[in-house]
Each structure stands twice: as structure tokens, then as C-alpha cells.
């Protein structure tokens, strides 16, 4: 497979001066999906986890249901293909689910977004008792940012991690926000790893597309060092996930579903959080 990273000769102006330097850059990959032989969806990722990313990818969208439903995945590296042959898949989205462009951006590009299929395999979390500790949610954040190896060599790529409360379970990088989250899915899946106690922690923006994300994943919190959208919040209130944002300098805002953090439950006076 293609390296995540490549060295280039660069020249770099600071202090009024100019050096050539050797620097980090990140790589593209763009992989073709078919499923049972018809072309699902293109998609442009960093190239590493590409079989957690598809399995991930087919489940949120509600094309199988379980790992199970796969009898048979295989890539074509070179070529740029992975095929996956399914014994159960949910022909439904044939008709809510045109072929989608996925490129490593999201806004305008994201524009075929269908929210049919989204309404399918959301998962609503009111009744998920899972409950951290404000701390938890500095120490989680910090530790995920220590980990992430490609974006300190880079900064090219989103990091995020499924953690319970000691800390990363899994942890992947990828150019595309989705995608990250998409190859915490398939491994979580491929390795019968449980997900409604455990919490997403995530570098990037938390907008709608993400919330959804995280809500196919049946994760019932979100922590991030950006902003959500009003979008995301909307759908996390309606969701009952809890969205927790401006994760930094030991500050951090709840957005929703508070009711999840202990000093909350407990009555904790807000002065003291």
C-alpha cells in the first residue's frame, strides 16, 4: 500500500530569511468501492486501514447490518478497487442512494448528502447511561492529541479515538474526518469491540455530518477540540448524544446532554466544574 507520508524539499521563509528544508507531507489514495460487482462509491483517504474504512463506511450507511453480512473483501491496490461480495446486504439504499463522490473535504463537495438513508441507520442514545468526569474529558483529549503521530509530522490529516474511560481503544488518522471514524467503525466491528459505553474523541469540527456519523456508530458522547455546528446540535438533542466542544487550556463547552457528566448528575455547583 501506498505510504501515509512522503518527504519533500521545501523552502521556507521566516525571520526574513530563507532555508530549504526537507518536509513531512501527506498522502492521497482514491479507492473505488463496489459491492457484489456494482460500483458503489469513489472516495479519496489516507492510505492506510482501507478495509476498516469500507467496512465501517457500508455499515453506517446501512448496506449491511453486521460484519458477518461480508463474506468476502479483497482490494486490488494498484488498480484502486475493493470489492466486497455480502451474503445479506440492505437493498434499500439502491433506491435512497445514488452513486456519491467522497472527496477528502466536506461542505459543497458533500453536497449529495442524502439524509433518507441517515434517517435509517441513526441510532437515538437517550437511554446510554454512559457518564465521565470533567477531568476525563481534559486527560482523554490530551491523550488522543499525544498519539497522533501523522499530525505531528504533517498536520495534514484529522485525528480521532474510541476511548473507555482509561483511555484510547483505537485511534486512527485520515485526510477525510469521516473516514477516521469510519476505520474506527470496521475495526470496532471486525474485532466485536463494544461501542454504547465507550466515547469518540475527535480533533476536527463537529458538524452535522460528523454528529450523524457518530450517532450510526452508536457512540452516546462526542469530544472535540473545535466547534459544532447548530445543525450538529440539533441533531444531537434530538439524537441523545452529548457534545462536548473547546477542549482546550482546561476549558471546555457542553453543548448538549449534560446530564451525561457526573458533576451535572450529581448536582455539583457550576462554580466548581
Known sequence: MKPVEVKREILRFGNGQAEKL??????EYTVTVKVNGEELVTMVCTPDYIEEMVIGYLASEGIIKKYTDIEDLWIQEKEGFVHVKTSKSNSIYKNLQGKRYLTSCCGASRSG?????????????????????????????????????????????????????????????DIG???????????CLKNDISI???????????????????AKI???IVLSKSAPT???????????????????????????HPERIAEVKYGVKESQV
Open 22 to 27: 526537507e518536509d513531512s507531507i501527506v498522502t
Open 113 to 173: 448528502f442524502l439524509f433518507a438513508t441517515d434517517a435509517l441507520t441513526a441510532k437515538k442514545l437517550h437511554t446510554v447511561e454512559t457518564e465521565l468526569e470533567v477531568e476525563d474529558c481534559f486527560r482523554l483529549m490530551e491523550e488522543m492529541q499525544e498519539s497522533a503521530e501523522l499530525f505531528q509530522n504533517t498536520g495534514g490529516v484529522h485525528n480521532a479515538s474510541l476511548c473507555s474511560l482509561f483511555g484510547p481503544v483505537v485511534s486512527r488518522m
Open 177 to 187: 474526518r469521516h473516514n477516521a471514524l469510519d476505520k474506527i467503525y470496521g475495526h
Open 218 to 220: 452508536g457512540c452516546p
Open 230 to 256: 447548530e445543525l450538529a446540535l440539533k441533531l444531537a438533542d434530538e439524537l441523545g448524544i452529548t457534545t462536548i466542544g473547546f477542549i482546550r487550556n482546561r476549558s471546555m463547552n457542553v453543548y448538549s
Open 196 to 214: 454504547h459505553d465507550k466515547v469518540i474523541v475527535f480533533s476536527g469540527r463537529i458538524s452535522s455530518e460528523i454528529l450523524l456519523k457518530v
